[in-house]
């Protein structure tokens, strides 16, 4: 595309949603869930390779479950899509108090235990449920965290997002210098939100199984943690009644026994298993719309390097891939 339509396109795109955030900053959040449920079912019907895709995947996650089951579950997915675009830019828009009465918290003893022990801690987590309110929230209930993500393609849509993740003091770590960064972070005794259930094309990918399938995933938090000692905590975001939410923190994933690849491997897949648990719950609360599982060639765990988790952003709509 030439680049001055491009241009063009993102300036659009960015005034479309300064639009969107003002015309949903008077509303309630159960409102603007509504509002989001049923953009998310317009989606279903328009979006037709995502919807594939979505059916596909589930196809072989469920293979014995009837057709009209799997298609509920992608409308579900799609609803879900609907109302987390909507509730996050409105969400940007709440104060911390506001923010604080919309929200409850599971787990927070372990949460608590792994900063008292001064090694930092790590947040596992995927595109499941809530993921963008939890590491929001997370700096009022304990002290800012940094949490590692990738740019939008949009400058405007960027900018917007970062200010949302970052207004309750929280940092932003990206590919360039992030194992750095990481390191510096768990040093300060800080936490690291990594999201670990998107399909990675960089050295650091290892097979670890995903519903049945291999799936490449970073091996990063493994290395992370036998370098560094700190705990690592699956995080976990619900919707609950009313427009409000439960953040839950399950207890620290065992840590990997040595430095080997075997022992990164099996640490991985301890991480993914919770994730997965999470997804068979609440099949609906993950992105099946995402080619997870690809044929390509997968590497043993490489050293701990640059790598870049690649997690999708809440409002990314592009393919990724």
């Known amino acids: 595309m030439n680049e001055h339509l491009i241009r063009a396109r ?20 159960r409102t603007v869930r509504a509002l989001g449920e049923a953009l998310g079912g317009v989606a279903y019907h328009v979006a037709g390779s995502r ?48 923010m604080r009465a919309l929200s409850e918290v599971e787990g927070d003893a372990h949460v608590r235990r792994a900063y ?23 700096a009022l209930f304990w002290k800012p965290f940094a949490v590692m993500v990738r740019p939008l393609d ?31 972070a768990l040093g300060e005794n800080r936490g ?4 670990i259930d998107q399909h ?9 199984d995903f519903f049945g399938r291999p799936a ?20 976990f975001g619900l919707p609950l009644p009313g427009g409000r939410y439960r953040f839950i923190y399950e207890r620290p994933v065992e840590p990997p026994r040595d430095d080997s690849p075997e022992a990164i491997r099996e640490f991985t897949q301890r991480c993914t298993d919770v994730i997965e648990a999470y997804v068979r719950r609440h099949p609906d609360l993950w992105l099946w719309m995402h080619r997870r599982w690809r044929d390509v060639p997968v590497k043993t765990a490489a050293p701990l390097g640059d790598a870049d988790a690649s997690p999708l952003d809440a409002l990314d709509t592009e393919p990724h891939g």
């Open 216 to 235: 490449a995933t970073t091996s990063m938090v493994g290395s992370l943690v036998r370098r560094t000692g700190a705990a690592v905590i699956p995080g």
């Open 154 to 184: 949009s400058p405007g849509l960027h900018a917007m997002l970062e200010q949302t993740r970052t207004r309750t003091g929280n940092a932003v770590i990206y590919r360039q210098g992030s194992v750095r960064k990481v390191l510096r």
């Open 51 to 98: 919807r594939r895709v979505a059916l596909e995947n589930l196809r072989h996650a469920f293979p014995a479950m009837p057709d009209a089951e799997r298609d509920r579950i992608a409308r579900g997915m799609f609803a879900h899509v609907g109302r987390m675009l909507l509730e996050v830019v409105r969400f940007g828009s709440l104060s911390n108090e506001e």
């Open 200 to 208: 990675l094309h960089s050295p650091d990918a290892i097979p670890v």
């Open 116 to 138: 008292e022990e001064g090694r930092g801690a790590i947040f596992v987590g995927g595109h499941f449920g809530y993921w963008e309110m939890q590491g929001i929230t997370h």
């Open 192 to 195: 690291v939100a990594i999201l």
């Open 10 to 29: 993102q300036a659009i795109e960015h005034l479309l949603a300064r639009g969107l955030a003002a015309a949903l900053r008077p509303l309630p959040m």
